[in-house]
Every structure is written in C-alpha cells, then in structure tokens.
C-alpha cells in the first residue's frame, strides 16, 4: 500500500515531531511535511501548549515560501485533530488548502478525535491513509498514548548502579556511580518528562536540584517529592527557584496542627501540598498518578528516587519503562535498586522486555518496558 517514498516522507515527519520532544507535553509530539511533485514544500512540528500544531507549523512554513498547496501529499505522524481546544481543529486548516491525500502514521487515542478527523478528511473528498511507520510514532507518544488510554500516565524510573546492581555504599555515598555522559543522557530523558518525582529520603541524603541542565529546552518539568511526613528540610535545593521551577509535595495528612504548621511554610516558599493517604498511612500512589493525567494533563513522570520509593512504585505496579544505568565496576555490600519482596519461586517472576541498549562512555544503559 506505501511505496518507498512514502515511507521517506513519514520519516522525514517523524524526525519533524523529535524536534517537539522537550516542547509539546501535554500535547502529543507531532511532525508533518507536505510534499508536492515529490519534493517537501513545508514542514512542521507541535509548539509549545497553546501555540500551533504541526500541520498549521506545515502549511504556514509552506506558504511563507510562495507554494501552492492544492493537490500536495500531507504526511503527519498523528491523525488530524478535529475538535477546537486552546488551538481550532486542524482538519478545517487542511481541507482549507484541498490536498490530494493525507497519510497518518497513527489515529489519535484521544477520545475526542479517534478516527473523527480522518472521517471529515475523507468526507471532504481528501484521500486518507493511516498506519504508515506506526510503531515509531507509538514510541514518541508513550505518555500521551498512556493517558488516554489508560487514564494514567507512561511511568519511567531511572536507575543507575553497579555492575553488582548497588546504587550507593552502605553509608548512602552514590555521587558519582556513572559518568558525565551517562548522566547527561539522563537529562535528556528528564527533559521529556512533564514532572521528575523523588522521595523525601533522597532529597534528605542527596540534596538534588532535579531540574534539566544538560540539554537545552524551553520547558522544565514539576518537580514532586513524595513525603509522607512532610520531613523536607526547607533549606533543600529542590525548593529553590520555585517561580520558575513547579513543585509539587504529596505527603499522607496534612490536617493534625503539626502539619498544618509544616504545610503552611512550604506554602509560604510556593510549594504545592497535597494530601493522598493510602489505608497504612503512606502515600496512595496509584491514585498519585491518576490524579496527574486526570487533572494535570501529564503525560510522561520520570522517577529518580532511592531503595525504599523504588520498591514501593514496582510493588504497586505504578512503572512502565525501566532505564538502568550500569557503571563498570562493583561495590559489594551497598544499597541495591529498590526493595522488592523475595521470589518464593522463581517461577512466580514478572520479566521485563529489553528495548534499547546504548553506550555512554564506560557505562551501558539499558530500557526495559513491562511485558
């Protein structure tokens, strides 16, 4: 059904919607090209939330250029949008400009739209295909594929360690395990994120500031800290910078006078608090991440936490995607991954698929997605 070129093309869209990799939450990263005579006249990517979509980016690009556009050949790496939310629809914007054919890499999860744009295309007596390099474009829209479908956000806990699988000394020592690029590319994974999540013990032992500062981008995401307690120190740097940099601290109660006192001086510094008790008095972290796709339209969590926060998120089934960092050398006795109950047998594991493995300097880093 696609020739060659056509599969060029999407490529070329695709690498459009990579651009929107850091910019477009909670919108899903979309790429478009528009091709006529069988050269590119337009591109485009989603901006920034509240600004243009990628077939609007596309055909702007293309008229700035003195193109005609009637008759051209429409690659975009999601299915049109035709409801109006902060931007109108952009199937009025392409059947306004009559191409010939409009080729999707994907239909879009959204409820809203799921078929309903390629349907007004193709009842506007523009040719429609979709389906076109559609596991790529699935894997730039984990997260908005997640929260639509799911109602829930694309879980990523990033880990690094020894080659013995120790993430610190036993006296908590972990800066630094890997090296400098693998802790760049960490950022870059950061950087995607709508929000980084970490524990209240890891802000204690390691102090982080948990924004993005290896990669360039326009967006930084929330931080939150999961703090039963409310035992932050005030002083951590992950509370500074606050008007620029969101933070959001999800504690168990915060009603009793001695939180009430500790909620109002993070309040007092623009921290959010909220409260989301489990039935033992910790955090309920499945209704966590509800509540951040339902209400905070996020798409993608990234968690850089310690020992006891990692168990209890893989105890809970809240993670999708595993990304370990194994730095070449071992530790011993130390502080392992996250803790998981013992396998009573080993028939009983749950295993991970393998999807990317990549080098970075003297460390390798592996992703793992659930089966």
Known sequence: MYSAVDHQFMSEALAEAQKALYLANPNPRVGCVIVKAGEVIG??????????HAEVQAIADAKSKGNSLEGAIVYVTL??????????????????????????????????????????????GIEVHSGLLAAEAQALNRGFISRMTR???????????????????????????????????????????????????????????????EVIT???????????????????????????????????????????????????????????????????LPALFAYLAKDREMNEIHIESGFKLNGSMLRENCVDELLLYYAPFFIGDGIGMANVPTLPSLDLRKDWQVIDHSLFGPDVRLRYIKN
């Open 43 to 52: 591109r485009g990517f989603t901006q920034k939330v509240g600004q243009a």
């Open 79 to 124: 299915e049109p949008c035709n409801h109006t939310g902060r931007t109108p629809p952009c199937v009025d914007a392409l059947i306004a400009i009559k191409p010939a054919k409009v080729i999707a890499a994907m239909s879009d999860p959204n409820p809203l739209v799921a078929g309903k744009g390629l349907g007004r295309l193709h009842a506007a």
């Open 151 to 213: 109602g829930v956000p694309w879980v990523r806990m990033k880990i690094a360690a020894s080659l013995d699988g120790k993430t610190a000394l036993p006296d908590g020592q972990s800066q630094w395990i890997t090296g400098p690029l693998a802790r760049a590319d960490g950022h870059h994974w950061r950087a995607q994120a709508c929000a980084i999540i970490t524990g209240a013990g890891t802000v204690k032992e390691d102090d982080p500031s948990l924004n993005v500062r």
């Open 218 to 284: 326009e967006r930084q995401p929330w931080r939150i800290i999961i703090d039963s307690k409310l035992e932050t120190p005030l002083n951590s740097k992950i509370l500074r910078n606050i008007e620029q940099l969101g933070v959001m601290m999800i504690c168990a109660e915060r009603d009793s006078p001695a939180s009430q006192e500790k909620v109002r001086a993070f309040e007092a510094l623009g921290v959010e608090v909220l409260a989301m008790p489990n039935a033992f008095g910790k955090v309920d």
